[in-house]
């Protein structure tokens, strides 16, 4: 799957044939009017695009939009420090059968509590995997500890007889009290293990001081890569489950809020130490990004516009690098890899398969 992103300001982006977009990226000049750059046209052929992202002031025109729908291009426009605001999507998927077996699901609390443990369990393992991976010899008590929410997870849904717990008919409301919310009280207590082993997997911790996770904004540069990188991997899931046919405003682990894609963010639990996480560590210790790299503005921080690139450019080459698919066995993308996660949730849900297993590596 390729990825069109579209980030230089002031660009105009038209149909240039049936086939193509042409972009133009207009000059730059210094404040003393020297020429910075010059005018580029670009021609983009979309058989080799999936989807288009587009970050900041840059202009499509109707024709371009009508094309892109037309060719089932899905378009998502995100805001320069990477908040997701919203995405232009082509005609739904006819799977009207899964989406009602999707909502359904979500009104049972004990099919909410088996998936959201399978969601917190995921990530909780693949994060575990990550710290022994790049620190085999440290950390042994948070490996021990994380290991023990782990199996909790594993053991709750069974725990709970389903005849004690109500029927969710108001959605997200009424769920104060219910097993579900130990699941997101384990989740807490996992993350914030794992988030305070995190700097043991850098190089040079005492240069990017970590302090634990923060977001909303992001303190320090760290968090700042973390939270964009969530974003790109969100954007890409809401594509993967809308893909299958999902409504993707509807999950098990996340609330549904307005406008917050609850079913990519639960998919998306399993792969973030996997993706964005590895990637983070992998440009910190091979010094792809130093400090200066970032903008710093009342206390937040965020990536400048070239290191930014870079970024991206990794997060990429790691969506398509291949492994071995631990269900199926296969050689495959992790970019393939969220949809297939996004049809193993489909198949569970319809009755095609008796349980829903998490992504995790080995």
């Known amino acids: 799957m390729s990825t069109l992103y579209l980030m230089e300001a002031h660009s105009l982006v038209k149909r240039d044939t049936e086939d193509c ?5 207009p000059e730059q000049r210094l404040v003393d009017g020297e020429q910075k750059t010059a005018l580029i046209k670009k021609r983009i052929p979309l058989i080799k695009v999936d989807e288009v992202v587009v970050m900041g002031d840059v202009t499509l025109t109707a024709a371009a939009l009508d094309l892109l729908l037309e060719r089932k291009i899905p378009v998502h426009f995100v805001r320069e420090h990477g908040s997701f605001q919203g995405s232009l999507i082509p005609e739904a998927s006819k799977n009207a059968l899964l989406r009602i077996a999707q909502h359904q699901a979500h009104h049972d609390l004990q099919r909410r509590l088996l998936l959201a443990s399978c969601f917190v369990r995921g990530k909780l393992s693949n994060q575990r995997r990550l710290l022994q991976r790049r620190f085999p010899n440290q950390s042994p008590a948070v490996l021990k500890d994380l290991a023990a929410i782990i199996e909790s997870l594993h053991k709750l849904p069974a725990a709970v007889s389903s005849s004690s717990l109500p029927r969710l008919s108001t959605g997200d409301h009424g769920i104060g ?4 919310e130990t699941v997101l009280g384990l989740e807490g207590q996992g993350s914030a ?12 911790p005492d240069i990017w001081r970590f302090p634990g ?12 890569l973390l939270s964009y990188g969530y974003t790109v991997l969100a ?10 046919g999902f409504d993707p405003y509807i999950g098990y682990l996340h609330s549904s809020g307005y406008g917050r894609p609850a079913l ?3 998919l998306m639990e399993e792969f973030r130490p996997l993706i964005v996480d590895s990637v983070v560590v992998k440009l910190l210790n091979k010094h792809m990004v130093r400090r200066d790299d970032f903008e710093e503005l009342f206390g937040t921080y965020r990536l ?11 997060l990429e080459e790691r969506f398509h690098e291949e492994i071995t698919h631990p269900v199926f066995g296969y050689r495959v993308s992790y970019m393939r890899c969220l949809e297939l996660q996004a049809r193993l ?6 009755g095609e398969i008796a349980h829903y297993q998490p992504f995790l590596v080995r």
């Open 304 to 314: 400048k516009k070239e290191p930014k690139k870079r970024f991206l450019a990794a």
């Open 177 to 180: 009290g219910t097993p579900l």
């Open 345 to 350: 949730l489909a198949k569970y849900l319809t």
């Open 193 to 204: 293990l794992y988030y305070a082993a995190f700097p043991q997997m850098l190089v040079e």
């Open 235 to 244: 954007n890409r899931l809401t594509g993967a489950v809308q893909l299958v």
């Open 213 to 224: 996770r923060t977001r909303r904004p992001p303190t320090d540069p760290v968090n700042a």
């Open 264 to 266: 990519a963010l639960d």
């Open 21 to 25: 977009l042409l972009i133009h990226i």
